[in-house]
């Protein structure tokens, strides 16, 4: 069975410091990771996605993840936070292993305070 | 990107009546839609797979009978919530995966429709 993790529940980050959400997954085969971003009484945006290739995966708003296979992890990164970033973040884990239905973590709220 | 639309985005209705949810893929082609639910400050959890041309496959715990889902195009699948109770007030998001060619592995959701059972 897959499962994604995402061990903190809110992330507090001043503007322009660097940011980090965590992600941890457990899958059978090669994992298919996502990251989205949800605001308020929105739907899901996606952000990036590993499938294979270079574990560092550059994606939208200046976001980026890196794949780490040893660690089975999937953190998502940004090297200088703006308040607008702030938002509920969801890790996923999917692919044809699983029927391509995507399991979601239980997302983790970050808040970029100015 | 790809789009998807969800019509309608904000319903209210009396216990008992039944409400119909429309996923559309705007711009591409999808075998495949899956309906979520979100509850307040939660994460969403996967309802069910919808495959064009035939029947849903439901996740476990979700009644079939309840939540109807009809994927009768390659742009559209319905979920209907039948009878709905105040319990079924929540928010219900889609998700639509590209069929063939380009981006197969992402799906694209819906902005959400928020259903509120009085």
């Known amino acids: 069975a897959q499962s994604v993790a995402q061990p903190e529940d809110q992330v507090n980050v001043a503007e322009g410091n660097p940011l980090t959400v965590k992600c941890t997954y457990s899958v059978s085969g090669n994992p298919y990771l996502f990251w989205y971003v949800q605001y308020p009484n929105r739907g899901l945006q996606f952000l990036l996605k590993?499938?294979?290739?270079?574990?560092l995966v550059k994606g939208s708003y200046g976001f980026e993840a890196e794949f780490n296979k040893s660690q089975t992890s999937f953190h998502l990164k940004k090297p200088s936070a703006l308040v607008s970033d702030s938002a509920l973040y969801f890790c996923?884990?999917?692919?044809?292993?699983?029927?391509?239905?995507?399991?979601f973590g239980a997302g983790t709220r970050l808040f970029v305070k100015a | 990107g790809a789009v998807v639309s969800q019509h309608p985005s904000r319903v209210i209705c009396k216990s008992g009546t039944s409400v119909k949810i429309e996923c559309r893929s705007l711009?591409?082609?999808?075998?495949?839609m899956f309906w979520y639910r979100q509850f307040p400050k939660q994460s969403l959890m996967l309802m069910a797979t919808?495959?064009?041309?035939?029947?849903?496959?439901?996740e476990q715990g979700v009644e079939k009978d309840k939540f109807l889902i009809n994927h009768a195009s390659l742009t559209l699948s319905t979920l209907t919530v039948t009878s709905a109770h105040p319990e079924d007030s929540s928010f219900y998001i889609c998700?639509?995966?590209?069929?063939?060619?380009?981006?197969?592995?992402?799906?694209?959701f819906g902005p959400g429709t928020r259903l509120t059972v009085l």
């Open positions: 919808s495959n064009e041309g035939s029947k849903a496959t439901y």
């Open positions: 590993y499938i294979t290739g270079d574990n």
């Open positions: 996923a884990v999917g692919g044809p292993t699983g029927g391509f239905k995507t399991i």
């Open positions: 711009d591409f082609q999808a075998t495949t």
């Open positions: 998700s639509a995966r590209e069929t063939g060619g380009g981006a197969v592995d992402t799906q694209y």
